[in-house]
């Protein structure tokens, strides 16, 4: 990773902290490349209690652990399709915080793959309540971080897709922590702990 997209008032120190208690989808338990490709193709992938689902059948690439093209340092996943909507929720059904990702483009030699904005939008109960654009860094493959606004908390799902371009970005990294209670939740919470305390007295 060589540089961060700045984009919210998070903190790295506080990513870092938080991740030590959630968990870091990085794609490196992955299996190997499916014949003939550059990387493992599927539909949906699983890791640390998460899935990505892709809308295509086999339209997730995960790219291989060397230097073939469009390998940004570390394994990525990628669309095969424009387009695609891909999926993250937690298994279990529970609500999540997103934090942060690792953005590249990718298969830069091939004019087929451009240079994509990536739309992310947060969902709670099936209602959007948050939505930030990334556009990747255009410096020959290489993985950026990128903070994901304060309203990316307590969801239930995460999607995400190319504005334009295609699929021409790849990411790694994603960074998922315990839900954080929402803006509404936590004022009734504290209510609650007041109350509790005036009658303690």
Known sequence: MQGIGFQASVSVSLIAAVAASGQIIDFEVAPPPTAGF??????????????????????LTISASTDTN?????????????????TLTKDDGGNFDILSVDLAEIN???????????EFRGFRDGVEVASVTFAPLNDGST???????STF???GAVEFGAVFGGNGYQLDNITLG???????????LAGGALASSRRRR
Do not use: K
Request: glycine share 10%.
């Open 153 to 155: 908390i307590n969801l």
């Open 178 to 188: 315990p839900p954080t209670p929402a803006p509404a939740a936590a004022l009734v």
């Open 143 to 149: 993985f950026a971080t990128y903070v994901f606004p």
């Open 108 to 118: 830069t030699s091939s004019p087929a793959f451009t240079i994509a904005i990536s």
């Open 38 to 59: 550059n990387g493992f193709r599927t539909t949906s992938y699983s890791e640390d209690g998460f899935t990505l689902q892709g809308e295509f059948t086999d339209g």
């Open 70 to 86: 469009g390998f940004a340092g570390s394994r990525g996943l990628y669309s095969q399709f424009q387009n695609q909507t891909i």
